[in-house]
């Protein structure tokens, strides 16, 4: 099994910026693909950002240039910097762990980002 934990969530301002942390625990192999992914009130979850264990990233183009995803793999911790972040930014954000041929997924339990003036 796997555990993910998010942190980093929180309230900011239109225009300000947010980090977020996931650390991952567990039976974890050593390629796998981590990411971010978020859901807005009545809205469905969708894809934010994924990044593969050999760091190639995967920006959904309503984030690209403003968020920036890592990872530290001797951690297992994958990141997620928020830049100019607007209020339709406004979601819970799931980190997610993706691994093995069955392409088993893991979720953590969410951390909600708030962006308002």
């Known amino acids: 099994q796997v555990q993910l934990v998010e942190s980093g969530g929180g309230l900011v301002q239109p225009g300000g910026s947010l980090r977020l942390s996931c650390a991952a625990s567990?039976?974890?192999?050593?390629?796998?693909?981590m990411g971010w992914y978020r859901q807005a009130p009545g809205k469905e979850r969708e894809l934010v950002a994924t990044i593969t264990s050999a760091d190639m990233p995967n920006y959904a183009d309503s984030v690209k240039g403003r968020f920036t995803i890592s990872r530290d793999n001797a951690k297992n911790t994958v990141y997620l910097q928020m830049n100019s972040l607007k209020p339709e930014d406004t979601a819970v954000y799931y980190c997610?762990?993706?691994?093995?041929?069955?392409?088993?997924?893991?979720w953590g339990k969410g951390t909600l980002v708030t962006v308002s003036s």
């Open positions: 567990g039976s974890i192999f050593s390629s796998n693909t």
């Open positions: 997610n762990l993706r691994q093995g041929y069955r392409r088993t997924t893991y």
